[in-house]
């Protein structure tokens, strides 16, 4: 089993910034690359993808929305990830979740309770 924890959510107006983080632990032993997923606000909203992360931190990946404003980062030794986030935007409201996926398994294998984020003025 492996534990993740987000942390690092909270209230900012439009064009702040935020600093998401992902704490995993238990048997994190294993490979894996971490992704973020955001969940919008309102019911039956789907878990939408953010940004991701290799294991080696060589590759990143990111939605359009996410391009050139939010920035995965990873520290393996201590088995944390972050999203930076700047130029926050209303729409970039919702409930944060990390997700990894163990390298040879298909799927999310482990999720994180998630951290609300709220853009608002």
Known sequence: QVQLTESGGGLVQPGGSLRLSCAASGRASDK????????????????DFVAAISWSGSSTYYAD???????????????????????????????YYCAIDIIGTVGY?????????TVSS
């Open 32 to 47: 894996y690359s971490v992704s973020w997923l955001r969940q919008g606000q309102g019911p039956g909203k789907d878990r």
């Open 65 to 95: 929305s996410a391009k050139g404003r939010f920035t995965i980062s990873r520290d393996i030794a201590n088995n944390m990830t972050y999203l930076q986030m700047n130029s926050l935007k209303p729409e970039d409201t919702g409930v």
């Open 109 to 117: 294998n482990y999720w994180g309770q998630g951290t609300q984020v």
